[in-house]
């Protein structure tokens, strides 16, 4: 290329590029920069223990960021994190599941943010009552925290799975999960969990005493209601009335939960003895209220989050079946490929060193009356024979000679190789025939290591051979 040739070329590309800048728009990048600093903001929130509440500044950075996913996949993940977050506070958990699936699609290698994301689509899953989907989804968060070593998470996780499995039934499993936490585990934060999901298994079991003594160890260190709400069931179920009541008004006059309100008023109107019909029938209209107008849409909400995730599982699984199928027939065609190529260069060169014997035997019986081989025979000395067989045939005397073959049986060798009949042979090496043949082949054969019947072709690869 001439030199005014490549200035023109340079000239072009300074020309594409500019172009390119001038179109993207400054706002642009602007609203990227400043989506980078939304996430940072909430990051840093995140890690005082707060949480940023803008709702409309995340819905702006995750927006922004899902252009950019593929130049900035860490942020774009946060963004959909945070926002993910908010969402399902503000009980949208439909909006709140897509965020959290985008993000496990971001292309993150942040293991921490994916075993929040992963543990968060685990609690929805776990809320609707999708026991199996959220243990599959919580190991997968357990995975991320284990791969970025935060030991206090990844325990914490194993409590969510263990409190699963003791909803769903199995309290083998949840046991199993439990006695690892209390044998590995020294954050008292941790631990103090571990009692709810024991108070929850020993609920579920109907071993009520048991319930009492850790649902109230529970609420008394860690102030959550939950554990309130445990304690009056128990106390219901064991038929202490006086107690289920004092501890079902308790979470009345301060719990905001509810689906606590729905069955503290369920032990109100079922234990309280002094009650009219009418204030039964009151109370059971409250219960009746606060489950049509606040449970039952919320959870048909978190029923179709989880179906989200479950679809999107299974095209995540159906991909990569169809990936790993496609890479095994690929590997397979490449092995038959290499096999077939191999097994034809080496039968090209057999044939190769086939002809050349055929000609060098041509060459060398033009010199023998195969009639009358003991008068005729050139070869009737071996350091001549010897000499001409390495001299012709790839050295292979000296290769049989290295297998600790006798004289006799490097002449049997040679002659096989130049095509003679066992019967030439036998009256050239002045050998019985067919026995005495037939013993110093078998002979040969095992000191080759091969079958008689395939020795002809060992001593063939043996001339192929460098």
């Given at each position: ?353 086939t002809d050349q ?24 000395s071996y350091p ?80 192929t051979e460098p």
């Open positions: 290329m001439q030199p005014q040739q490549i200035m023109h070329t340079k000239s072009a590309i300074l020309l594409i590029l500019s172009a390119l800048c001038f179109a993207l728009p400054a706002c642009s990048v602007r609203a990227l920069h400043e989506a980078c600093n939304i996430v940072t903001t909430a990051d840093s929130l995140r890690t005082a223990g707060q949480t940023y509440v803008d709702s409309a500044h995340l819905a702006e950075a995750y927006t922004t960021l899902g252009r950019w996913r593929w130049f900035y996949p860490d942020e774009y993940a946060h963004s959909c994190y945070y926002y993910g977050r908010l969402l399902r506070e503000k009980e949208n958990p439909v909006a709140a599941m897509k965020c959290f699936i985008a993000a496990t699609h971001s292309r993150t290698s942040n293991y921490n943010l994916l075993g929040r994301v992963y543990s968060n689509m685990g609690g929805m899953c776990r809320q609707a009552e999708e026991y199996e989907l959220a243990y599959t989804t919580l190991q997968s968060s357990a995975h991320n925290f284990l791969k970025a070593q935060d030991s206090t998470s990844y325990h914490h996780i194993l409590n969510a799975m263990a409190f699963v499995k003791g909803v769903s039934g199995d309290q083998d499993c949840a046991d199993s999960l439990i006695s690892i936490i209390e044998s590995e585990c020294k954050n008292n934060g941790v631990l103090i969990k571990v009692k709810e999901t024991k108070a929850e298994c020993y609920l579920r079991n109907h071993q009520y005493d048991s319930a009492i003594v850790y649902a109230t160890d529970f609420y008394r260190q860690s102030g959550e209601i939950a554990g309130i709400m445990m304690t009056a069931q128990a106390y219901s179920l064991l038929g202490q009335k006086d107690s289920a009541l004092y501890y079902a008004q308790f979470i009345m006059d301060n719990s905001t939960y509810s689906g606590d309100k729905y069955n503290a008023l369920y032990i109100l109107s079922h234990d309280d003895s002094t009650l009219c019909s009418d204030d039964i029938l009151r109370l059971t209209s409250d219960r009746e209220d606060v489950r049509l107008q606040d449970y039952e849409p919320w959870k048909e909400q978190l029923m179709i989050a989880a179906e989200l995730l479950r679809q999107d599982l299974k095209r995540r699984y159906n991909w990569w079946s169809i990936c790993a199928l496609i890479i095994s027939i690929l590997l397979i065609g490449a092995i038959v490929r290499y096999v077939v190529h191999k097994r034809r260069m080496k039968q090209k060169v057999t044939q190769i060193v014997i055929d000609s060098v035997a041509q060459s060398i019986k033009q010199h023998i009356d195969v009639n009358d081989i003991d008068r005729t025979l050139h070869w009737k001549l024979m010897k000499s001409d067989a390495d001299l012709y045939m790839g050295g292979i005397a000296r290769k049989l000679e290295a297998q600790k073959l006798n004289e006799t049986e490097v002449r049997f060798c040679i002659l096989t190789l130049l095509d003679f009949s066992q019967k030439q042979i036998a009256d050239t090496i002045f050998y019985s025939y067919p026995s005495g043949i037939k013993t110093l082949k078998k002979r040969i054969s095992v000191k080759l290591g091969t079958d008689p019947q395939k020795l002809k072709k060992y001593l063939l690869n043996m001339l």
